[in-house]
């Protein structure tokens, strides 16, 4: 409906004409109000910065002067580069390398302290949260019992082998629990 040019009616009003689909039905004319500009020729919002970079974009010499290269000329200009980049790299490499060395040499590593640092690990667990090992101890002990009730009943006739080693744990889980009972005060 763009294509169309508006037409003015004798009442002044601007109408775009009727016009027929390609299915051969009819459109209705319709009124045009002042200052109306189809969609289809809005131009397109463009940023500050949008425009900035088309604005930049276009090259533009002092003087007008277009600069032509010399065939051949940058090609060796090029090699130049890669060949001077290619060394700086490899010097760099070499100062990384030596770097990572030193650091690696001057680093020492021995069994006690990774074994330190383990029983510090589980002191702290210990020692931070007493009550929470409390009622895991007494969560297993719970579990072992019903174990032990399974067997008696025989809803249970083979147990897992898991489950023995579970079975075989109760004397070490009850010493566990009376040692923080005895820490924990209530």
Known sequence: MSGYSNV???NGEQFIPASQRPD???RKARRVKDGYVPQEEVPLYESKGKQFMTRK?????PG???HHPIPGLCIEQEEKQKKISKKKNKKNVEI??????NHFENMTITENSRIQDNNQHSLNKETTDPIKKLKNLRKRLREIEGLEEKLKNGSLIKPEPEQMVKLKRKSELLEQ???LEKE???
């Not at 974009?57 to 010499?61: A, H, I, N, V």
């Open 8 to 10: 003015i009616n004798e």
């Open 24 to 26: 051969g039905t009819w």
């Open 57 to 61: 974009q276009q090259p533009s010499t």
């Open 64 to 66: 007008k002067i277009v």
């Open 96 to 101: 990384i390398n030596q770097d990572i060395n």
């Open 177 to 179: 629990i009376s040692k």
């Open 184 to 186: 924990v005060p209530h």
